[in-house]
């Protein structure tokens, strides 16, 4: 049986071992979640918490398993070392309580220590994440109104012509740089003296995050002390590490859970910001070398080390468990990644910066399920598996602006059991609200009976009489045509097992006729192949699926969002082809 770790209430003094961070009673240390960290320090000090590939070392790999990679790492003593000392540094500074200081920097021990020293504040740590344009950095900045900023010379070159952090008093320098600054990050590690943990509330902020969401509007996340334990305690049930297991994270919110778990964190060896034909031969050849038990992969990361594997007839048997999520992930990736690492779990979490997890599914119960007898017909979504326990949800009606529970209470809103509607939880680990932003409370979530927030995910499924959770698509993607919706998840799912397909979106064209109209574009992975071969073909294989085409344009590529590339960018994309007025193939 495995040693599984479970740190829920659990605290460095064996007198307080039922004392549950984030959950107490007004003002008091163990509502920082910097508590999970000095429990570490005391029950595991020489553990590794986190390893990982100098950036030029990264910059030189050019593919392969031969060359193995040099690592660094740092325990969870010399961790907590320095993020005492940064603390402390940052205390002299002038950093306090409910501050707010923004962290741009990429995943690494320089990003985590200045976080979690943040926090030992009491002070509001805030992620810029590398892919926010020009006017997100703005937007946010307006929002958090900071009071420091640590981050690369560049990113403060960038944001010196943002007009909105003209006020910031003091700018942190990471690395090498020259101008004007108050603090290198690099002297703070070595700062002295010893920083108490800050008392805290449980619904004070510790940590701010990010998300444009649909509308390409940053709104930050306001993640409490106890949001942040809550979302931990919900992962770990899902997820749970053993002592011995080596986790590789591609999302900076799963190297924070595997902190507070007390795992040992290897960082991948690839620029997040920046994805290179490199990075699934880079991933491979760390999962390897340094026997990698566990790791959390994006949908296209995902795709990318089955698709090197299986090129290379490389098998990845050291793989226990491998979990993925953040965009549709179907039986047929599921599948190839199990044919690669025949021994692990695939889990597939569906989850959101708001609330994560919301439901999941392990690959063999996702490929036990049995679809049409002909291969060419798909289900009308993706199966996400079962709803985390300890969530409420509904199912309302589409409703593209905001939503109230009105005197007819939810019945109004809801639709028949089955249905496809917009899928809306509340629960422990749910964020409540936006920080400083009232408006995007408005059109994100929902005020119920009793004072409980409902948040809104903007998507589209419906629970099946299987009892999973199916996603057919997101709100504003849906496609109204005629007065029948129509959704571009199983469209893309029937794109993707086309041979002549690089990439393809499904999404609605204004239609005088129709109000909108079913659009195919597709991004060719052979330009020489024949048009009306690539319109014949869609339009037989769509309508084995009844689902109609009205538009199929030809594209040099399909826009994905620059966070994890695995959502299309519709807005854009329907720009782009509006724009370039590109030929309707129909026609």
Known sequence: MQNHINT?????????????????P?????????????????????????????????????GGLDAEFEHKEVTYKEFAT???????????????????????????????????????????????????????????????????????????KLVDTVPEFSNMKLRIL?????????????????????VDIEPVESEDTALITFTTGSSGTPKGANRTHRFLSAQHEALSEVVPYTAGDLDMPAFPIFSLNNLASGVSTLLPAINLAAPSGHDAAA??????????????????????V????????IKLPGLRRVVTGGAPISRDNVRDFKSIAPESEVWVLYGSTEVEPMAHIEAIEMLAQKGDVDPEVVEDGVNVGHISEDLEYKFIKIVKGPVEVGAGGWSDLEVEPGKVGEFIVTGNHVCRDYY????????????????????????????????YLWIVGRIHNAIDRSGEYFFPVRAEILLKRLDFVKQGAFLGISCSSKGEANGVAIALNDQSVDKAKVLRETERVFAKNKIPVDHLYIVDEIPMDPRHHSKVEYAVLRGSILDKKLPNLKV
């Not at 508590?35 to 590794?48: I, N």
């Not at 566990?294 to 995902?302: D, H, I, K, Q």
């Open 8 to 24: 829920k209430g659990s605290t460095k003094n064996n007198k307080l071992r039922d004392v549950r961070i984030g959950y107490q």
């Open 26 to 62: 007004g003002k008091s240390s163990h509502n920082n979640v910097i508590q999970y960290l000095e429990e570490h320090l005391h029950s595991f000090p020489e553990r590794a918490a986190l390893r990982w590939v100098e950036s030029k070392d990264i910059g030189c790999f050019e």
């Open 82 to 156: 320095g993020i005492n000392t940064v603390a402390a540094g940052l205390k002299e500074l002038g950093i306090a309580k409910d501050d707010r200081v923004i962290i741009f920097l990429p995943m690494g021990v320089p990003m985590y220590s200045a976080m979690f020293a943040v926090q030992k504040l009491g002070a509001i740590a805030v992620f810029l994440d590398s892919w926010a344009r020009r006017n997100h950095l703005g937007a946010s900045a307006d929002c958090v109104d900071p009071k420091a900023m640590i981050s690369h010379d560049a990113a403060f």
């Open 174 to 194: 990471a690395g090498p740089g020259e101008g004007k600054y108050d603090a290198h990050l690099e002297q703070l590690f070595q700062a002295r003296g010893e």
């Open 283 to 304: 991933m491979v050849n760390q999962i390897i070398h340094q026997r990698v038990s566990c790791a959390t992969l994006s949908p296209a990361m995902l795709n990318g």
């Open 306 to 313: 089955s698709a090197y594997c299986l090129q290379n007839a």
């Open 436 to 467: 400083n932003n009232p408006g995007a409370f408005k059109k994100a979530k929902i005020m119920g009976p009793g004072g409980k927030v409902w948040h809104r995910t903007g998507d589209l499924a419906k629970k099946g009489s299987d009892g």
